[in-house]
């Protein structure tokens, strides 16, 4: 059962922008968004950004000063605004969420593909 959704991928050229937003199902609001990842083929998944319901922000140096992740507490979602997109930016990004209990929960992914 889906229970973190993303969305707002797409194709675009380098140095455009994209915003991908996570949101919980209906049956899942005690998880909270809290981070996202990215994953290529082959790869492992990759750290990106993470939000704390406090307003405190992390970013990966592969993005920080380009990504800008916000969390909306009310309703309950996560964003990830993405500035000035690499060739390199190119995956499928994962919203990971968490409950209370640190069970930690994924989205299936939304895939940003930047052009060469």
């Known amino acids: 059962q889906v229970q973190l959704v993303e969305s707002g991928g797409g194709l675009v050229e380098p140095g455009g922008s994209l915003r991908l937003s996570c949101v919980t199902t209906?049956?899942?609001?005690?998880?909270?968004?809290m981070a996202w990842y990215r994953q290529t083929p082959g790869n492992q998944r990759e750290w990106v950004a993470s939000a704390a319901a406090g307003g405190a922000t992390n970013y990966a140096d592969s993005v920080k000063g380009r990504f800008h992740i916000s969390r909306d507490n009310a309703q309950n979602t996560v964003s990830l605004q993405m500035n000035n997109l690499k060739p390199e930016d190119t995956a499928v990004y994962y919203c990971?969420?968490?409950?209370?209990?640190?069970?930690?929960?994924w989205g299936q992914g939304t895939q940003v593909t930047v052009s060469s």
């Open positions: 990971k969420g968490s409950n209370r209990y640190s069970d930690v929960f």
């Open positions: 209906r049956s899942s609001t005690s998880i909270k968004p």
